[in-house]
Structures are given as structure tokens and as C-alpha cells.
């Protein structure tokens, strides 16, 4: 059974930096793309960046220049540095498996002052 585990999230004040990690078990990890998606309440989730095997990254525009995305194969896990954080950033964050239907559990992340 594949597991992915996200931590990280927390409060944060506007322009502060999170860095979030997500750990996955069981799978051949370097094999594959992770992404991280980002859900407001009541809205679809929506993509925030993606790394793939390769290492080629993408991100959405709102987030392109603040956030960075990383991974580390021998640990399984995949990062999303968040800096220069701002109010609309507040959201429950979710890695995932590209093209898979694994799902971390979220982890909240709060910019408030």
C-alpha cells in the first residue's frame, strides 16, 4: 500500500517561508513525477508545482519565483520551499503521484498576521 505523508504546514506571517515535505513508501520512487496541489474550502484542488523524474519542474504562475519544488530520491521524498508567503496562499496542501491515485493527507498552511 502506498503512503504518502506530508508535513511542514503551520502558521506563517506575509512574506515568511514554509517548507513543506512529503515522504512516500513502497514505490520506486525516482520513477516518478510528484506534484503539489493546493485545495481553498470549497474549491477543486489545484496545481501548485510538479517535478518529474527528471527533474524538469513546472509551476502555476501565482506561486512561479516564490516557490521551489525539490526532491531527494533516497529519502523518498518530495519538498515545496515557500517563500515570500502571502495571505492568498493560505490552503490545505497535498502532494500526490503524477498520474496515480495516491494523495497525501494535506497539511494547512496559514499566512495571517
Known amino acids: 500500500q502506498v503512503q504518502l505523508v506530508e508535513s511542514g504546514g503551520g502558521l506563517v506571517q506575509p512574506g515568511g517561508s514554509l517548507r513543506l515535505s512529503c515522504g512516500a513508501s513502497?514505490?520506486?520512487?525516482?520513477?516518478?513525477?510528484m506534484d503539489w496541489y493546493r485545495q481553498y474550502p470549497g474549491k477543486e484542488r489545484e496545481l501548485v508545482a510538479g517535478?518529474?523524474?527528471?527533474?524538469?519542474?513546472n509551476y502555476a504562475d501565482s506561486v512561479r519565483g516564490r516557490f521551489t519544488i525539490s526532491r531527494d530520491n533516497a529519502k523518498r521524498a518530495v519538498y515545496l520551499q515557500m517563500n515570500n508567503l502571502r495571505p492568498e496562499d493560505t490552503a490545505v496542501y497535498y502532494c500526490?503521484?503524477?498520474?496515480?491515485?495516491?494523495w497525501g493527507q494535506g497539511t494547512q498552511v496559514i499566512v495571517s498576521s
Open positions: 517535478i518529474r523524474a527528471d527533474d524538469a519542474t
Open positions: 513502497e514505490i520506486r520512487f525516482n520513477l516518478y513525477a
Open positions: 500526490r503521484i503524477r498520474a496515480t491515485g495516491y
